[in-house]
T-cell receptor, first 113, second 116 residues
């Protein structure tokens, strides 16, 4: 059973546009929601993360929107650049006690110049 | 930020041989480390959770005798793929939990394994 569902599978955005990736989760006990960026042949790197006590978090061009009642969260990449072309994974976990991450299926983002 | 290293970064081996992959937390002590497997264009699949000083907890469907995990110290966990076969070829990624860190898990750069 997929604990975290992610869409779309792939996304093509024009340079300067907004990239939006969505995730939905089932377990209401999840309380940590990170987004990871992964380039080919590299390990995932943390982009931004949010906890359920806030509805939005912004760091530079990256924003997480969180809807607790709908059990959904999304990543917005503003002013998308070709260098943002990568695979993005959302994840969910229980607290910060070193519990496992449940990853989404990934979104391949291509930003065209 | 905290750094997790993996060694080797890539390895090619013959079918039937064993391969050891190391995961090290370089500037923090990791009581818990995780091992993932990733196939091309797919998500990360958790293989096992490794706790220092105790046996690893394997996910359903992962053969513990095939994928041996040893977390002998607070900064080192190893994954040994025993009697590797071509279907074991994959990208293996570890992560480490730093209780005092900003992130809950720090990921290593991954190890590409190709079994011929």
């Amino acid at each position: 059973q997929q604990q975290v569902k992610q869409s779309p599978q792939s996304l093509i955005v024009q340079k300067g546009g907004i990239s939006i990736i969505n995730c939905a989760y089932e377990n209401t006990a999840f309380d940590y929601f990170p987004w990871y960026q992964q380039f080919p042949g590299k390990g995932p790197a943390l982009l931004i993360a949010i906890r359920p006590d806030v509805s939005e978090k912004k760091e530079g061009r990256f924003t997480i929107s969180f809807n607790k009642s709908a059990k959904q969260f999304s990543l917005h990449i503003m002013d998308s650049q070709p260098g943002d072309s990568a695979t993005y994974f959302c994840a969910a976990s229980l607290g910060n006690t070193g519990n496992q991450f449940y990853f989404g299926t990934g979104t391949s983002l291509t930003v065209i110049p | 930020g905290a750094v997790v290293s993996q060694h080797p970064s890539w390895v090619i081996c013959k079918s039937g041989t064993s391969v050891k992959i190391e995961c090290r937390s370089l500037d923090f002590q990791a009581t818990t480390m995780f091992w993932y497997r990733q196939f091309p264009k797919q998500s990360l699949m958790l293989m096992a959770t490794s706790n220092e000083g105790s046996k690893a907890t394997y996910e359903q469907g992962v053969e513990k005798d095939k994928f041996l995990i040893n977390h002998a110290s607070l900064t080192l966990s190893t994954l040994t793929v025993t009697s590797a076969h071509p279907e074991d070829s994959s990208f293996y990624i570890c992560s480490a939990h730093d209780p005092g860190g900003r992130e809950t898990q720090y990921f290593g750069p991954g190890t590409r394994l190709l079994v011929l």
